[in-house]
């Protein structure tokens, strides 16, 4: 005969198997090596890439932009629509040259505006009295590197 087991209120609020430990599955360790990827930088630019060149009379500075208006410029078989853009840049260090203000007034060519709210090292061009034209640039999160002679 078999036998019936009974459980007593105690006994059934019980739980009767005890819980496995917890291990990572294949999919878990697939997951974690997947976003740790996406979370590597991108390859850095070459040396020749982040080596700005500058003229014996431009002005070297890392500072950051408020862009300001955009006027158009019309050129022949131009896809993408280049002007001027004007901006303020609040130089936040001198690299090369001197008698600079904190806050200029400048202006680049260009199809879009530079980012704002981050750092560039710019190569500037005095164009007049008190204005200034950026000829060339890098994002400082680049690690750009200033050429060690003029041209």
Known sequence: MAAVA????????????????VRPSLICVLMATLLTAAC??????????RTLRFGCN???VVG????????????DQDLLGHGWVSATLNIRKLVRGTGVPRV????????TYMREGRD???VLARAG???YRIKSGQLMSLRPLLASRCD
Do not use: C, W
């Open 40 to 49: 590597v930088t991108a390859p850095q630019a070459s040396l020749e890439d």
């Open 6 to 21: 009974t459980l007593s209120h105690r006994d059934a609020r019980q739980p009767r198997v005890l819980p496995r430990p």
């Open 64 to 75: 950051s932009l408020k862009n300001g208006a955009f006027e158009p410029v019309e050129i």
């Open 120 to 122: 560039f090292m710019l």
């Open 104 to 111: 200029l007034h400048v202006a680049y060519f260009a199809h």
């Open 129 to 131: 009295a008190n204005e």
């Open 58 to 60: 431009d002005i070297v």
